[in-house]
């Protein structure tokens, strides 16, 4: 089994050694995508000019140019086409290998290559359901005037559907 | 003002697990870079283009030109500056270079690539890998090291077209017998199909000699004017033709299509049109072999055979002297290794010697050649022809 968000850093934080994304306000304008993840939601940003749902979410619609974005929801549940078990150069953070990833389909939203949790190796194959798992990481030391104030975090994988 | 551009010199360092620093390798490549052309006087350039992609995360040094230039002992006045594109930094350089000459910004331009990757404790390696792709998205998913990348890629060519572990195997065997005969590949031993098939697994399909290493090393390479050349060299003049570079996505999630590589059409169709050279013509080849299931993938979307038919066609010994096109007679990355920012110009160099006559291991008459490198998440192609005549 694969274990979510270890720890490198014991206990000095480095944002140039982080494995995941500045999470705050302060330092990210998508804020709204890791509330809504802790909520169990899977989201992004629609455009409200043209239509457009690009993923990563983002401030300006790429397609138009509009900033006038919306959040949606996306499926939370996907069709798996492919699965690899990386055994060899796990990054540390990831857990033990094998450090296992599929190619989802996300109900024709994108073809999503995302790591897999909560699954033994050999265990997932093509066809099999796979939904969204949310996970706590390292919070963040941020400088909140003279305070140093940890902001908590999330990520996310899939896991299969039992 | 639109001139014709060539390539007067060019080195590399020994590629490798290293001892030493990365400004130990540019010295070293700047110094195999003169003395591939006693002719050429150093103090003639006067552009500094310098490749790097982990400078700030293994070397913990920014604002690398200058450093390089003082290193190499030369004193740049129309241009200095760093160019990163992971992969394919060095073959960016290449192409920013011969904008600045053909348009008369500068006259001959120094284009340096390196990395020390290896730090004193290899896992920092790895992880700093999580920089490579989208950080933020396909990062915190762990897709860092591009292995899993790379076996998705396999397994889907293999479903749809047939290719079969012994076709990545063949890439395996010619790319590291070439690297056996050049001294400055990181690897100096060939090896044969039974221990290629019989290999660590790494990601499957992928296993040891799928995927290329991880390299301390650097090259270098002079480019000039034809009429600077005429004067600098007495070898050959080769030429740079046309480029091209495209990028239609960057996160995973984003790619058109994993087994047809869209940007790579592009960016070869660019290349083509721009130097007026048909893939038809192409001789010889360096391609982007971070794992065999690349080359095999690189020649369908380069043209030199039908989509699906590359595993194929490499079988057939297609891409291997003696067949359609010779391709990464260096070895490639497979065999040299592949310090990011050194990689472009090490097949620059190649493909220099290969139209001068003088490689290695020589395909006979070449007279054009082409160089590729993708760089991130399949997220960027970068193709340069290059030819012993103008068209
Ligand atoms: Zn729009």
């Known amino acids: 089994m694969s274990t979510p968000g270890i720890s490198i850093l014991e206990g000095k934080y480095m944002v140039t050694m982080d494995l995941f994304p500045q999470q705050s ?10 509330e809504f993840l802790r909520e169990g939601r899977f989201t992004t940003t629609k455009c ?13 619609c790429p397609e138009c140019y509009s900033s006038a ?13 492919d699965v ?14 094998p450090l296992i990833h599929a190619l989802v389909d996300l109900q024709g939203k994108r073809t999503f290559f995302v790591r897999i949790i909560n699954c033994a190796a050999g265990e997932l194959k093509s066809g099999d359901q796979v939904k969204l798992a949310v996970f706590d990481v390292d919070p963040v030391p941020q400088e909140v005037g003279r305070e140093v104030v940890q902001i908590p975090r999330v990520f996310y994988a899939f896991e299969p559907v039992k | 003002m639109d001139r014709n551009v060539c390539v007067v010199a060019g080195g590399m360092s020994k590629w490798g697990v290293r001892d030493g620093s990365q400004r130990d390798f540019f010295q070293e490549a700047a110094k195999a870079c003169y003395d591939d052309n006693p002719l050429m006087n150093p103090k003639d350039i006067d552009g500094l283009l310098v490749a790097s992609a982990y400078t700030e995360r293994t070397s913990y040094q920014t604002h690398l030109a200058p450093l390089v230039a003082e290193y190499a002992g030369i004193k740049p006045k129309n241009i200095c500056a760093r160019v990163e594109l992971l992969c394919a930094s060095g073959s960016s350089a290449v192409i920013l270079a011969f904008g600045l000459i053909k348009s008369g910004q500068a006259d001959v331009v120094m284009v340096a690539g390196g990395e020390k990757l290896y730090t004193p404790q290899k896992w920092e390696v790895f992880y700093s890998e999580l920089a490579s792709v989208d950080h933020d998205w396909d990062g915190g998913q762990g897709l860092g090291l591009p292995p899993p990348a790379f076996a998705m890629v396999a397994k889907q060519h293999m479903k749809q077209f047939g290719t079969k572990k012994e076709h990545l195997g063949v890439i395996s065997v010619k790319n590291r017998r070439n690297a056996a005969k050049n001294p400055k590949a990181q690897f100096q031993t060939p090896v044969t199909m039974e221990e290629v098939m019989s290999g660590r697994m790494i990601v499957p399909p992928l296993t040891l000699y799928d995927c290329c290493p991880i390299t301390d090393g650097a090259a ?25 570079q495209a990028s239609v996505n960057n996160m995973s999630a984003n790619m058109p299509d994993w087994t047809t590589w869209e940007a790579l059409k592009i960016a070869s169709a660019q290349a083509y049109m721009k130097s007026r050279v048909n893939v038809d013509e192409i001789n010889v080849a360096m391609t982007h072999d971070c794992f065999t299931i690349s080359e095999i993938i690189e020649m369908e979307d380069l043209g030199f055979c039908k989509k699906g038919e590359g595993g194929f066609f490499v079988g057939d010994g297609q891409n291997d002297f003696g067949g359609r096109i010779p391709t990464n007679t260096d070895g490639g990355l497979l065999g040299c290794g592949h ?15 290969q139209l001068r006559g003088d490689a290695i291991q020589q395909v006979p008459n070449a007279t054009f050649g082409l160089t590729h490198n993708l760089s991130g998440f399949i997220a960027a192609h970068t193709v340069l022809v290059y030819g012993k005549e103008v068209r």
Request: glycine share 12%; with cysteine.
């Open chain 1, 25 to 34: 306000k302060e330092f990210n304008q998508v804020t709204p995508f890791y």
């Open chain 1, 48 to 60: 409200k000019d043209c239509g457009a749902e690009p993923f990563p979410p983002r401030v300006m």
């Open chain 1, 69 to 81: 974005l919306e959040w949606i929801d996306w499926p939370t549940v996907g069709t798996v086409i």
């Open chain 1, 84 to 97: 690899t078990e990386e055994s060899v150069g796990v990054p540390l953070g990831f857990g033990k290998p």
């Open chain 2, 220 to 244: 270098a390479l002079v480019l000039a004017t034809e009429e600077k050349a005429r004067e600098m060299t007495d070898k050959p003049l080769v030429y740079l033709l046309g480029t091209g």
């Open chain 2, 339 to 353: 310090p990011f920012g050194g990689t472009g110009i090490r097949q620059g160099i190649e493909v220099m010697k």
